[in-house]
């Protein structure tokens, strides 16, 4: 049973989290930069922490952090640890990115999974002078460039953006992970009352868009709190793998 829990948790991917963070301190808005973002929805530095369970059972944590950097430049930190029994699962992503025009430019991607079982990581720039993918070593990535290309942590603040205009489904190419070329799809559904750690909260169900119905990945974002990302549940064949809810958000 140990092992099929970890193979899980090893498909679970904390990039897929979204980001998110507060306790109900004063706002402080983001630099003129980033007035053009979607209408609604702020680029904000902040600070959250999440209770990660399992089918009702806490087994780890997880938190963001979204800062400014001296450049102007963004840092999107997330990390995520997660353990039963013996078995252990820590991930960690970066992504540095400039906002431009309410779209989030990526220029790095840096990710690390270690735990039970192989660790993983993978380091890739966004070189967009020469219109291409490179390693940590400056060898080229085989992808196809697209200059609106995002990475599994960046594309979780700009849904989080979109989630606040009037479209109802967004697409967008990303460089996953393991460095391939995938495309994510993403349907807004509802408006629900949750009762969260943080607090009882509305938010916007977002549904990941499949072609199989096999796994499903949820996402729930909060307008109260400049749309952040308050819950997040993966389910497998009816299951609950994963689920992460709100404990505290902190924007700076």
Known sequence: MGKHFMKRLQHWSIAALGGVMLTGSALSWAAE?????????ETLAYEASYVLTRRGSERGDASRILEQLDDGKWRYYTVTSASLLFLSDHRENETI??????RVVPESFDYSRSGTGSDRALNVRFDRENERIVDASGNQVDIEWDADLLDPNAVLHQLQLDVAGDDDSWMYSLVD???NQRDYEFARVKTETLNLPYGEIEAIRVDRVRESDRRQTYFWFAPELNYTMVRMQQIKEGKEQAQIELTSLQFE
Do not use: C, H, I
Request: proline share 0%.
């Open 33 to 41: 930069d980033d007035a053009d973002a979607s209408a609604g929805a």
């Open 97 to 102: 990115f400039r906002m431009q025009d309410g």
């Open 177 to 179: 992970e393991k460095g």
